[in-house]
Each structure stands twice: as structure tokens, then as C-alpha cells.
């Protein structure tokens, strides 16, 4: 008995203290979980990113490698030799020495050539010096554009945009089509690269307002006598965007033929115009492929990529017309490349699947499209096919 009250003494306290430390054990216990469990919450939280986010990021580098000019210092390098008078480099360009008109550029240091050598430098100079990116240039398209082309046809100076105009494009699919009378009822008329028009009123109409055209068109025209440019009469006003800055020549030696004004599209739009081309071009790209953006610039062989002339004509329409309508502008693999050629291909430095989900978005979901200015709103757009 001694014995076990001595072993029952000493336990009772034991006993009393493990009974207090067992509640705050278990609490301690339970919080501890708590807060580990609460802080991998936190640390999944921060490391977390939502679907949204991640796809905010891809957009962001797509708008990166949107704006980079692959192109921007061989550019430089020819624009520099160019305003000093160096001409010999330039052979390496396409039909540079089998063009006959290509002889003024070797000429032009003879003194009988002074004032056209002055003239190329200056046209050249104030549009290289423009070569930055400036989305809000789609706002002073009125001013460049619009308003030299009314002067020409005596309408008055006026801020207001055209009511409507029609865009025409050289698609084979307008064979099938009888667009004419439809394309003609519009205000203005934008015709590209001199797509004839005769013999197929039917399909394209007959009246245009504006030629616009690549300098290689008028490049090829230049090496004709007397620097005939007009299959739309010599009344019709011609805008051209530079492809290369020798073609600055056939410019100064042509516009002093040009009854209608000759008008060169500001570098700023054409730069404008080559990121989101570029843009839709990698997003598609990527999207379909899943390969990097280096394998784009390998594909579509970064340093020949460009916009076509129908997409920056269309350009020129947002910012000058009220109502914007698309003609010729689909493909088909039953129809030629051209209406009123024998091209059944078309050209590698193009993506015309971009471009056309550029123009969809125009129609459909305008606030989506990149590097165009908030202050511009784009008008309604239709497109015919």
C-alpha cells in the first residue's frame, strides 16, 4: 500500500498538468496548420497566373516583335549613301541595272542634272526624317491627303471626312462578281496598281477617284517615254508608299509630268501600317504553328516581309471616309490571283491571311487592333467578296 501511494502521489499533479497542456497542444497544433496551410495559399496565389494575364503577356510580346524593323539599318546605310551621291551600291536591287530609267541615277552629277540631284536629296531627306513611330498620323491624313486631292478637283477645303469610299482590289474572285454599278455609286473610288478597268465595268466599275500604287509601279513607268503612269486618264490623282528610297528619282523625274498631284504617303503610316501587318502575321504565326517568333522571321523571311498595297490603301480610307467598303479582296483557289492578269500565285512577302484577319477585326472588333491612335475612330467598314 506505502508503495502504491507513493507511486499515486507524485502522478496526480503529472496528471492535473498534462490534462492543462494537452488543449493548448492540440490548438497549437491546429493553428499551426492553419497558417502553413494559409501561407502556401499565399505563396500559390503569388505564383499564380491566370489565364488572362498569361495571355495579356503573350500579347505584349507580340507587340514587341511587331515593332522591330528587321530592315532599319540596311535602310539607313542606303538612304545615307543615296543623299551623298553614291549610286554604285545599289545594283543589287531588282531590275536596278536593266532598267533604262535607271541610268538617271548615274547621271545625276552632270550639271544639267543639278536641280533634279537637289530635288531627290530633298524629297529623300524630309522623308527619312520622318521614320518614326506616330500612330495619331491616321488623324492628319485630311490634311496630307484629302486636302491636296480636293484642291485638284476644286472641291472646297473642308475637314470633313468623304461620305463613302470603295477600296477595289485585284482579286480574280471579282470575275465572278457584278460589283460595278454598286462600286461606282460611292464617293470615292480607290483603284491599286493600276488594275485596268476596261473591260471589266461589270465586275469593277469604271470610275476612280484616287490611284494608289507601290513605287515599283511607277518605277516601271518611269522607264517608259514620258513617264506615263495613268491608265485612269492623267486627271486622276496618284498616292504611292516608297518600297525602296532610290525610287525617290523616278518621284522627282515623273511628278513634273503629272498633271494630278503625285502624293508620297508620310513614313510614319507606313511604319504604322507594317507593325500591325507584322502583328497579325505572328499572331497567326503562333497561334497556328506554335513555334517561336524566330521561326516567323525565318518562314516569312523577316527582311522581304511587307504589307500590300491594298492594306495600306485601306489604311488610307480609316482615316480620310466616313464609310469604308472592301471589294476584291478574297482569294479563291478556283480564281486567278489577279482579275486582269494571268498570276495565279502570290507573293511571298505577303501574308494576305493576316492582312484578311485585319480586315475582319475592322468590321467586327475594332477596339482589338493594335498601334491604331484612340484619337481615330475607325469608321464602319464592309467587306465584299
Known amino acids: 500500500m506505502i508503495s502504491t501511494t507513493t507511486i499515486t502521489t507524485p502522478r496526480r499533479p503529472f496528471r492535473t498538468l498534462f490534462s492543462l497542456l494537452l488543449p493548448i497542444a ?3 497544433t491546429l493553428s499551426s496548420r492553419t497558417v502553413i496551410r494559409l501561407s502556401f495559399s499565399y ?14 503577356e503573350s500579347n505584349s510580346t507580340l507587340l514587341q516583335f511587331a515593332a522591330i524593323d528587321f530592315n532599319e539599318a540596311r535602310d539607313k546605310k542606303d538612304i545615307k549613301q543615296l543623299l551623298e551621291g553614291n549610286f554604285g551600291s545599289l545594283g543589287r536591287y531588282p531590275f ?55 484642291r485638284h478637283y476644286g472641291l472646297p477645303n473642308s475637314n470633313g471626312r468623304y461620305p463613302s469610299c470603295a477600296v477595289v482590289g485585284n482579286s480574280g474572285i471579282l470575275l465572278k462578281t457584278e460589283f460595278g454599278e454598286l462600286i461606282d ?8 496598281n493600276n488594275a485596268r478597268t476596261e473591260g471589266f465595268q461589270r465586275n469593277v466599275g469604271s470610275k476612280t477617284n484616287i490611284s494608289f500604287v507601290n513605287s515599283n509601279i511607277l518605277h516601271q513607268c518611269a522607264a517608259r517615254g514620258g513617264c506615263f503612269c495613268h ?28 498633271k494630278a498631284p503625285l502624293l508620297i504617303t508620310d513614313s510614319r503610316f507606313d511604319i504604322l501600317c507594317a507593325r500591325i ?14 513555334k517561336s517568333l524566330d521561326e516567323w522571321a525565318i518562314v516569312h523571311d523577316a527582311e522581304q516581309f511587307h504589307y500590300s498595297s491594298g492594306m495600306q490603301a485601306i489604311m488610307l480610307a480609316l482615316g480620310t471616309c466616313d464609310r469604308v467598303s472592301i471589294f476584291g479582296f478574297g482569294k479563291s483557289t478556283q480564281a486567278k490571283h489577279h482579275y486582269h492578269t494571268n498570276q495565279k500565285t502570290e507573293l511571298h512577302l505577303h501574308d494576305y491571311e493576316a492582312e484578311y484577319a485585319f480586315y475582319h477585326d475592322l ?18 467598314v464592309v467587306i465584299y467578296n
Request: include cysteine; proline fraction near 8%.
Open 96 to 150: 536596278f541595272s536593266s532598267s533604262q530609267h535607271s541610268n538617271h541615277l548615274t547621271s545625276l552629277r552632270s550639271p544639267d542634272s543639278y536641280r533634279i540631284l537637289f530635288e531627290f536629296q530633298k524629297s529623300l531627306r524630309n522623308w527619312s526624317q520622318k521614320k518614326w513611330f506616330q500612330p495619331e498620323i491616321l488623324c492628319d491624313l485630311i490634311d496630307l491627303v484629302k486636302h491636296p486631292i480636293d
Open 185 to 192: 455609286n460611292h464617293d470615292i473610288v480607290i483603284r491599286l
Open 277 to 290: 501587318v507584322k502583328y497579325y502575321s505572328a499572331k497567326r504565326f503562333v497561334e497556328e504553328t506554335g
Open 363 to 380: 468590321v467586327e472588333n475594332p477596339q482589338v487592333i493594335p498601334f491604331l491612335s484612340g484619337k481615330l475612330k475607325v469608321p464602319p
Open 43 to 56: 505563396l500559390q496565389l503569388d505564383n499564380y497566373i491566370s489565364p488572362e494575364s498569361s495571355l495579356k
Open 231 to 258: 491608265p485612269y486618264g492623267g486627271k486622276v490623282p496618284m498616292v504611292m508608299y516608297i518600297c525602296q528610297p532610290k525610287h525617290f528619282i523616278d518621284y522627282v523625274i515623273c511628278n513634273s509630268s503629272h
Open 26 to 28: 492540440i490548438l497549437f
